[in-house]
């Protein structure tokens, strides 16, 4: 039985949480289910293997060519404009999250073992983070960000995303419910990188002039090692091996270090993988090791199905030099494994 794949990142402005959508898992079968083949994607179906092309999509071209590495800093970019002094408030979010996906086959409609997109959502200054729903350094239950109650500007069709000294891609403008954002799914994994600073570029509109800001984003990088290994299991034979005790603390550990966060979020399911139970979320240092203490999965029946999540997130303040308020930045590159309670 499948689940539904969610897309859980963390939020590019308003409905998307870090579950895009709630799953149903498919429960282990005997099965044999051929590998992916992922020749020219990201990561290699290995947890010992990250592959980080050379190559960028030039689809659109906005060079920006600035290549100073600064990271968590309140960058104002250098557009040439009159700088406003900084508000504190929050005008924005940008993002570019990676999952990869061992085992397409466990989770419903999920074609590729990979989900990668990049968005952008610029709005009226608000004294509330995009990341305020962060359990750090701890474990929470978990139900839903709650964004800003916001609607976001129309900054014109398009804006622009370059990885620091590269060709740029192009982030189209969405409107749904009411609410405008920029967002590309289906991202072309080739302008992904490695510990890689990201600038955005938002042409002349009707509200403001064209403006860069550099060093929106840092990405963190990839996974060498992970364990359980068992989670990151690639067929229906052998998926929902690895084991979450109810009453133990479990442990996860990870290569490399020395990034910003580990995130980790675990979603249970009925043991068939149709009704969504709960989910715990927890957030450390990223230093190699998360330890989920003991009970947090004590409410959930024996044998639940989970769908978990593991992220390496970067974050990334900036200034958004037209009226002086914060654009928050996240990169999440993470990993979508299963696993069953126990």
């Known amino acids: ?10 939020l590019v402005a308003c409905s998307e949480g870090m579950t895009a959508q709630n799953l149903h898992l498919i429960p282990p079968e005997e099965t044999d289910i051929p ?11 290995d947890t010992d293997v990250v592959d980080t092309q050379d190559t960028v999509d030039t689809q659109d071209t906005v060079d920006t060519s600035d290549t100073a590495d600064t990271q968590d800093t309140q960058d104002t970019g250098d557009t040439g404009d009159v700088i406003v002094d900084p508000t504190g408030l929050v005008g924005g979010i940008a993002q570019i999250s990676y999952l990869w996906v061992p085992c397409p086959d466990c989770f419903v409609g999920q074609q590729s073992d990979e989900i990668a997109y990049a968005g952008a959502m610029f709005h009226e ?22 964004p800003p109650p916001v609607s976001g500007y129309n900054l014109g069709s398009n804006i622009y995303m370059s990885p620091s000294g590269q060709s740029s891609f192009s982030i189209p403008k969405v409107i749904e419910n009411g609410i405008t954002r920029y967002r590309k799914d289906n991202l072309n994994t080739s302008v992904l990188y490695d510990n890689m600073n990201y600038n955005i570029s938002v042409p002349s509109n009707n509200m403001w002039d064209a403006f860069e800001i550099q060093n929106a984003l840092h990405a963190p990088t990839f996974f060498t090692h992970f364990q359980p290994s068992q989670m990151l299991a690639t ?14 603390t479990n442990t996860i550990t990870w290569q490399p270090v020395g990034g910003d966060l580990f995130v980790v979020i675990v979603e249970v399911y009925s043991w068939d993988g149709s009704t969504y139970l709960g989910a ?8 190699g090791s998360l330890t989920i203490p003991a009970d947090s999965f004590s409410q959930y029946p024996t044998d639940s199905l989970a769908a978990v999540y593991a992220y390496k997130m970067e974050r990334t303040e900036t200034i958004i030099t037209k009226n002086g308020s914060t654009l928050e930045g996240v990169v999440n590159y993470g990993i979508l494994g299963t696993a069953h309670l126990w």
């Open 1 to 10: 039985m499948k689940f539904t794949v969610p897309s859980l990142i963390i």
């Open 35 to 45: 590998d992916v083949e992922t020749e020219d994607s990201f990561i290699a179906p």
């Open 125 to 146: 200054p608000v004294n509330q983070s995009w990341l305020d729903w962060l359990p750090y350094n701890s474990c929470i239950s978990f139900t839903d960000e709650a």
């Open 235 to 248: 067929d229906l034979y052998n998926a929902y091996s690895s084991v979450l005790r109810r009453s133990l």
């Open 280 to 287: 715990v979320a927890c957030a450390e240092n990223d230093d």
